[in-house]
């Protein structure tokens, strides 16, 4: 009994010494802008290991140098109340899960579905390995608020389980404790990804549209602002119909957005 005490103690200080790791480097971000991310870093070494070299394109500005219309495009896109929360936005959260679950179950129905119709054949040679059960992985998709986006782009990977995701409610809840919402908004938008190897807004608007950040009309922040949960995909579709559509949306609530 005593060696597993032992090692439940070992866990339980490991997760400790972790958390208060991340408290150190979140406290630093009041006044150090963070060097990279996580998520960055991984991308960096996926380009490098799929085509032998990378590319990074990112230049921090300070937050009065990001206009207004980006932050109030991205908190209208992505995250409507983000100056009310705490860093998690449970009612999002809910609706999230329940839209999983109900995609979950409509994913069953069809399966099942398509196994009835399947060739007495097909289910005779597909018996042996019918009755294995197959092992799932919780995921939760949608319901991030932009603290739970930084979270995971600074220090997490990009799987989704439960643990993960616990992880990253943790961290939101230190970043928005040890840090303002401007200064989260900040580092957001000084990160976050706009296509291959883009990162932040001075270089996505100069990617984009060869202008700084702090000249981008509504219509442009928009559009940025459209491309964030798909960025790669979006990049390769300047003359996309739904990007164009959904960003005349985003314009005509940037005015219902509120900054910090």
């Given at each position: 009994?005593?060696p597993?005490l032992r090692?439940?103690?070992?866990?339980?200080?490991?997760?400790?010494?972790?958390q208060?790791?991340f408290?150190?480097?979140i406290a630093?971000?009041?006044?150090?802008?963070?060097?990279?991310?996580?998520?960055?870093?991984?991308?960096?070494?996926?380009q490098?290991h799929?085509?032998g070299?990378w590319?990074?394109?990112?230049?921090?500005?300070?937050?009065?140098?990001?206009?207004?219309?980006?932050?109030r495009?991205?908190?209208a896109?992505?995250?409507?109340s983000f100056?009310?929360?705490?860093?998690?936005?449970?009612?999002?959260?809910?609706?999230?899960w329940?839209?999983?679950?109900?995609?979950?179950?409509?994913a069953?129905?069809q399966?099942?579905?398509q196994?009835?119709?399947?060739?007495a054949?097909?289910?005779r040679?597909?018996?042996?390995?019918?009755?294995?059960?197959?092992?799932r992985t919780?995921?939760?998709?949608?319901?991030s608020?932009i603290?739970?986006?930084?979270?995971?782009?600074?220090?997490?990977?990009?799987?989704?389980?439960?643990?993960?995701?616990?992880?990253?409610?943790?961290?939101a809840?230190?970043?928005?404790?040890?840090?303002?919402?401007?200064?989260?908004?900040?580092?957001y938008?000084?990160?976050?990804?706009?296509?291959?190897?883009v990162?932040?807004?001075?270089?996505a608007?100069?990617?984009?549209?060869?202008?700084?950040?702090?000249?981008l009309s509504?219509?442009e922040?928009?559009?940025?602002?459209?491309?964030?949960?798909?960025?790669?995909?979006?990049?390769k579709?300047p003359n996309?119909?739904?990007?164009a559509?959904?960003a005349?949306?985003?314009?005509?609530?940037?005015?219902?957005?509120?900054?910090?």
């Amino acid at each position: 009994m005593k060696p597993v005490l032992r090692w439940l103690g070992l866990v339980v200080a490991a997760l400790l010494a972790l958390q208060l790791y991340f408290v150190v480097r979140i406290a630093a971000m009041t006044l150090v802008d963070p060097q990279s991310t996580a998520f960055e870093r991984s991308q960096a070494w996926r380009q490098w290991h799929d085509k032998g070299s990378w590319r990074w394109r990112q230049q921090w500005v300070a937050y009065p140098q990001i206009a207004d219309n980006l932050k109030r495009a991205v908190i209208a896109a992505e995250d409507d109340s983000f100056i009310y929360h705490d860093g998690v936005d449970w009612d999002a959260l809910e609706k999230a899960w329940q839209r999983n679950a109900k995609a979950e179950a409509l994913a069953a129905k069809q399966q099942a579905a398509q196994a009835a119709k399947a060739p007495a054949t097909q289910k005779r040679a597909a018996a042996p390995t019918t009755n294995k059960p197959r092992a799932r992985t919780v995921k939760v998709v949608g319901g991030s608020t932009i603290t739970q986006q930084l979270a995971k782009n600074l220090f997490l990977s990009g799987e989704r389980t439960l643990l993960r995701k616990g992880q990253e409610f943790v961290l939101a809840l230190l970043l928005e404790a040890l840090l303002s919402k401007q200064r989260i908004l900040e580092i957001y938008l000084n990160n976050v990804e706009w296509g291959e190897g883009v990162f932040g807004a001075e270089a996505a608007a100069q990617h984009y549209f060869r202008k700084p950040a702090s000249k981008l009309s509504a219509y442009e922040a928009a559009r940025l602002a459209v491309m964030l949960p798909r960025p790669k995909y979006f990049e390769k579709l300047p003359n996309s119909s739904y990007i164009a559509g959904r960003a005349n949306v985003i314009v005509n609530r940037l005015n219902n957005a509120e900054l910090p």
